[in-house]
């Protein structure tokens, strides 16, 4: 048996052993950073939908080895995902009413793929992964990403909003104002990071965007280097929160960045969040803005401005899902 595929048995014989499903689940708060053993493969992502997205992309890696499509089918869980509001065609529309989806896939190797402001396209992570791979391009938008999508033979979904997202549109449509709310209805985008087993990094990064948000606002998750990150010299980072903050600080780069300069993850991303409260100083209270972190060591990290940053993680012996420390 090659080493891959007997490391993948043993692996899966271990953790069904070790942790029967569902032991780990609990909310566990983050183990302090000198407690953290250094862990590969290791997988993260934003939030509780975390957990059945981290599945899958842990499924996959251990069947076939593939960082890429492990990262990929991991947050299509939640693009499908009926009670998420923040991703997917069923997420909360613009202010016209109309979903509107950002993605990005990147590898550490550098090659990457985004669209921004996209319609009908059920899995945008996937056409995200079509643009770095079968165009020149990184970033495509709107009604050109559409017939790209098209073109690759995406099927084109009717436009109609999920009865949760209508109910709420037309709820917010009596006053009609733009006004976030801290990890509620906004605040649930999926980014995912991975470690492979041979110190590879890959990630991925799928939203609806900001509820009832200007038609054609894009936020950080398409950004390459504001949502995503990931260069396999150093590390792996991604963001969740209102996307104008995090652009503004470049967020994933940034905090890829730091790491390159020596800082653990968890530094990292500490750091990021004071830069961008500094920078988004006015409207602080009611922002949420959170990051997660992996370096090439298998060490990891996690922030956020406001208190409830939870997310999920798998690793070769267990899963769990965890809180983010806070500043304010
Ligand atoms: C955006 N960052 O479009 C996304 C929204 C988000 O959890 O993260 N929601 O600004």
């Known amino acids: 048996m090659s080493d891959r595929r007997s490391f993948i048995k043993k692996t899966l014989i271990s953790t069904s052993l070790l942790f029967p499903s569902g032991i780990l689940e609990a909310c566990a708060q983050a183990p302090k950073e000198a407690e953290r053993e250094k862990l590969k493969p290791l997988i993260l992502s934003t939030w509780d939908h975390g957990m059945p997205a981290n599945d899958k992309a842990w499924e996959v890696l251990m069947q076939t ?21 923040s991703v997917g065609l069923q997420g909360l529309p613009d202010r016209e009413g109309i979903p509107t989806l950002d993605a990005s896939i990147m ?27 079968e165009t020149p391009h990184v970033m495509l ?108 600080i470049c967020g994933s780069f940034l905090i890829v960045e730091l790491m390159r300069q020596g800082r653990s993850p968890q530094e990292a991303c500490e750091e990021a969040v004071r830069r961008l409260i500094a920078k988004n100083a006015k409207d602080i209270k009611d922002i949420q803005a959170g990051f997660l972190a992996i370096n090439k060591e298998g060490e990891y990290g996690a922030f956020a401005v406001q208190k409830g940053f939870t997310y999920a993680r798998h690793y070769n012996g267990g899963k769990d899902l965890l809180t983010a420390g806070y500043k304010m």
């Open 107 to 133: 590898k550490g190797d550098g090659s990457c793929g985004s669209v921004a402001f996209v319609r009908q396209v059920k899995h945008p992570i996937s056409l995200a992964r079509k643009v770095m791979e």
């Open 65 to 85: 080895g593939d960082l890429v499509s492990a990262v990929e089918e991991g947050v299509k869980v939640t693009e499908l995902d009926m009670d998420n509001l």
């Open 141 to 248: 938008a709107g009604e050109g990403a559409r017939q790209f999508a098209i073109a690759q033979g995406f099927k084109m979904e009717e436009e109609v909003l999920s009865p949760k997202a209508n109910e709420m549109y037309q709820d917010w449509k009596v006053e009609s104002k733009y006004k976030p709310i801290i990890n509620i209805e906004n605040h649930d985008t999926i980014g995912m990071i991975a470690l492979g087993p041979d110190g590879k990094l890959a990630g991925s990064c799928t939203t609806s965007g900001l509820a009832f948000k200007m038609h054609g606002r894009v936020g950080d998750s398409p950004i390459i280097g504001a949502g995503l990150y990931v260069d396999d010299e150093v590390g792996a980072a991604t963001a969740t929160g209102l996307g104008e903050s995090i652009i503004r």
